[in-house]
């Protein structure tokens, strides 16, 4: 397993971030769902990686700049023929590390509410991440959970 810094180029990691997409869209109403588009997660301030294994994609995630000392962590996905193999875990000790050696002294996150989500907040919580208020430009939604750790 090797991570990565990813351009977003290529068919296998828009394929992803659709099933992704597809994922969560029966849990959450449009105006709570806060996932980026291919576009949006291509900008300067967003930091893209992939998780491989050879040549086959296994998960993605990135963390993007709020301001010069706090990032939020985006786009987390481990593609579902790979689960429970340490894919999410080996990702977010990456971001972690890769947004503490960009500076960032704060990383947060939103992810969802309901029991869907469960496990991502699991995984949150067992790296340290907290529960918050939001942060950025969210506002309370009861579809949102925004959790937070120091780096």
Do not use: N
């Amino acid at each position: 397993m090797h991570i990565i810094r990813d351009d977003l180029r290529g068919p296998d990691i828009a394929a992803l971030l659709q099933a992704h997409l597809d994922d969560f869209a029966p849990h959450s109403p449009p105006e709570s769902r806060h996932a980026l588009d291919l576009e949006a997660l291509r900008q300067p301030d967003v930091y893209f990686y992939t998780v491989w294994e050879d040549d086959d994609l296994l998960g993605c995630g990135a963390f993007k700049r709020l301001d010069a000392r706090h990032a939020e962590i985006k786009s987390m996905r481990t593609d579902s023929r790979h689960l429970r193999r340490g894919v999410a875990r080996a990702l977010l000790t990456h971001l972690i590390d890769e947004a503490r050696a960009a500076g960032f002294e704060r990383l947060s996150l939103e992810t969802g509410s309901v029991a869907h989500f469960a496990p991502a907040r699991q995984l949150y919580a067992a790296f340290g991440f907290e529960t918050c208020g939001p942060f950025g430009d969210y506002v309370e939604d009861p579809y949102s959970v925004f959790m937070t750790r120091s780096l």
